[in-house]
């Protein structure tokens, strides 16, 4: 697919739909936390566990104490450092996926808008790494076999009847069915063409 001409750089350009991919990446953002959290909690108890007893084993003093912690350290800020590019590596990834999955759902959306209202719609153009590329491709292609000027629903049949009025026919009753929204303006229309 050919790539959009005039799209935003940088991170805006990733927030289609700000509330929504925010709200999802939040979401995998907390269950990453809850785990990761809970692991780092197990491997930071575990080297406080393993440190005490080395001090008490080997009856170390003070100072041999606080060396011997100081080798703790290490693996304990390498440890809380991982834990914080998780997240950052999380959040920003589940940015970017939901970019791929909301920026093809807001063309989705206005495609089918322009449809209902009766609009030919453009053809949907989807970036490379996007999601439901299948779809865009399906709904193209029954755009592309509707004929301009086509309109949706009841609403062919009412601007049939009206298009038969302006030229000066009598057009045959609309019959809508039970329950169409447009079935009492339908029948208004009726009864203004036997009028006539």
């Known amino acids: 697919m050919k790539k959009i001409q005039g799209r935003r750089g940088g991170l805006r350009a990733l927030l289609v739909e700000p509330f929504e991919q925010i709200k999802l990446g939040l979401i995998f953002l907390a269950l990453n936390l809850v785990f990761s959290t809970f692991a780092l909690g197990v491997f930071a108890y575990y080297l406080y566990d393993i440190y ?6 080997f009856k170390l003093s003070e100072q041999e104490s606080m060396l ?9 800020i390498v440890g809380g450092t991982l834990f914080l590019v998780f997240v950052a590596a999380t959040l920003f990834f589940s940015i970017r ?3 791929a999955i909301y920026g093809p759902l807001v063309s989705i959306n206005r495609f089918l808008d322009d449809l209902l209202a009766g609009k030919s719609p453009q053809s949907i ?3 490379e790494g996007d999601q439901l590329q299948d779809l865009a491709g399906k709904l193209n292609r029954v755009a592309e076999r509707i004929e301009p000027g086509q309109r949706a629903g009841a609403l062919v049949a009412i601007h049939r009847f009206l298009d038969d009025l302006a030229a000066g026919k009598k057009p045959a009753p609309l019959t809508l069915r039970e329950g169409d ?3 009492e303006l339908a029948e208004k229309l009726n009864q203004l063409a036997s009028r006539i």
């Open 52 to 57: 005490k007893a080395m001090a008490v084993y």
């Open 68 to 76: 011997t912690a100081g080798k703790f350290a290490v693996p304990a």
């Open 97 to 99: 996926y939901t970019h």
């Open 125 to 127: 153009t989807l970036r």
């Open 181 to 183: 929204s447009y079935r």
